[in-house]
């Protein structure tokens, strides 16, 4: 009976382990700047790169990312990073964003808005980021590797 625990309690342990592996890693990610008027007017990804408005945020050890909602005709709507950690997979980091829209029955300003989310990531090489939304469905992409 002993031995027939300790084998159950060996194969559980192993398995636990073997399980653990196949996760992907996580990068680290920080919401700089959550703003209504970025300056693209399309919806879309990019990395930013000097001389960019956002660059006061960027130093060694971090890249910068600008994920664009798009021009919206009215007040309302935002982007919300919905995790500090995403996962890396073949050198595609994979980030999830809320797209959030005003109610129907909401009164909002009529104003031309381009929400947009600047993001940091930790500074290494990555082959590419998809933004996700909060049920998994892809909403953008950006096949460029990051910056050097």
Known sequence: MIR????VVLLLVAFSTTAGDRLPPQVEVESLVAGVRCGDAGMGVRWLSRGDIYQRFADDD???LLISMGQQSSAGYSLTLLSTTAPLVDGVVSLQVAWNSPP????VAQVV???CLVLALKRQTYEGVQVLDVHGKLKVSLSRSSPQ
């Not at 027939?4 to 084998?7: I, P």
């Not at 129907?104 to 009164?107: G, L």
């Open 4 to 7: 027939l625990f300790s084998m």
């Open 104 to 107: 129907a029955d909401m009164m």
């Open 62 to 64: 971090r890249h910068l």
């Open 113 to 115: 808005t381009e929400p």
